[in-house]
């Protein structure tokens, strides 16, 4: 069965920076595209950032210049580093990956999330 385990998220003060962890269980032998998604209460999920197993990144606008998503192929691992975070960037976020396992399956998975809230 695949999990996927986030962690990282917490209380930050605007301006401040967190570093989001996705680590997808052994059952994993590729991960194809990968990407970060938040809801804040009452909102709908949006996407924030991707990348693509070649390393093509593409960000929201609202994040652009601020949040840097990563992998490592060997950790199985996507990561999302945050700077200069804002009192609107408060959500809950969450990892999506679209992977094949080692039983020869593909599929998408998503974390269960990991809460960020930016507040002084």
């Not at 962690?7 to 997808?24: E, F, K, T």
């Not at 991960?31 to 990348?51: K, N």
């Not at 094949?100 to 930016?118: I, L, P």
Request: net charge positive; aromatic share 8%; charged share 15%.
């Amino acid at each position: 069965q695949v999990q996927l385990v986030e962690s990282g998220g917490g209380l930050v003060q605007p301006g401040g920076s967190l570093r989001l962890s996705c680590a997808a269980s052994a059952s994993i032998s590729s991960i194809y595209a990968s990407a970060w998604h938040r809801q804040a209460p009452g909102e709908q999920r949006d996407l924030v950032a991707t990348i693509s197993s070649g390393g093509n990144t593409n960000y929201a606008d609202s994040v652009k210049g601020r949040f840097t998503i990563s992998r490592d192929n060997a950790k199985n691992t996507v990561y999302l580093q945050m700077n200069s975070l804002k009192p609107e960037d408060t959500a809950v976020y969450y990892c999506y990956i679209a992977a094949r396992t080692v039983g020869g399956g593909v599929g998408n998975y998503w974390g269960q999330g990991t809460q960020v809230t930016v507040s002084s």
